[in-house]
């Protein structure tokens, strides 16, 4: 073996070492909930989004309603999976009582957002947040996201991802904030 294949080898262990050392010292991505900005109860961070419908949604304006605001990209497959779910459980049931609903694209535009509402046949209000600046407000990562702001336009209910238990736990929290309402 030559003094250059033997400094090439020692070279090549050094950096493949190197780079296994680097990779062992990154640091494990945020959780959902170390990267989400709002907190139960505080007033919830005011927005305007352009809507699907070519009008605008602004949050303060649903003051003394009960209002779900659910975080959503069309690429996203809890996002896919949720969207029958926000439809019939939540929409169908809630809608005619009062609720407020609006899903708001992350990042993505109108002619994106359009085929996905007509696939997956969701028949209330739909925002866009292209440059992300809504759900800044509210978090750095994560979707789907819902938040339900009371009448007060305090939050009442936040969750990340979609697990039955949370999407249930949402049901309740938008049932029990418009009996109050009444």
Not at 100 to 106: F, N, P, Q, T
Not at 127 to 152: C, F, Q, S, W
């Amino acid at each position: 073996m030559t003094k250059t294949t033997l400094l090439t080898l020692v070279l090549l262990a050094f950096l493949s070492w190197n780079a296994l050392a680097a990779e062992e010292e990154k640091p494990p991505p945020p959780t959902p909930e170390a990267t989400t900005l709002t907190k139960l109860g505080q007033m919830a961070p005011d927005f305007t989004v352009a809507t699907m419908d070519g009008g605008k949604f602004t949050l303060s304006e649903q003051k003394g309603r009960v209002v779900l605001i659910n975080w959503f990209a069309t690429w996203c497959p809890p996002c896919k999976e949720e969207m029958p779910h926000l439809q019939t459980e939540v929409w169908e049931k809630f809608g005619a009582e009062g609720l407020v609903m609006i899903s708001v694209a992350r990042e993505e535009a109108a002619d994106v957002v359009a085929p996905f509402i007509k696939k997956y046949k969701v028949t209330w209000p739909f925002g866009l947040d292209p440059e992300r600046t809504a759900y800044a407000k509210y978090a750095e990562a994560y979707i789907p996201r819902n938040t339900v702001v009371g009448p007060d336009g305090s939050i009442i209910f936040q969750s990340n991802g979609f697990e039955k238990v949370d999407f249930e736990a949402m049901i309740v929290a938008i049932g029990e904030a418009l009996s109050a309402q009444k």
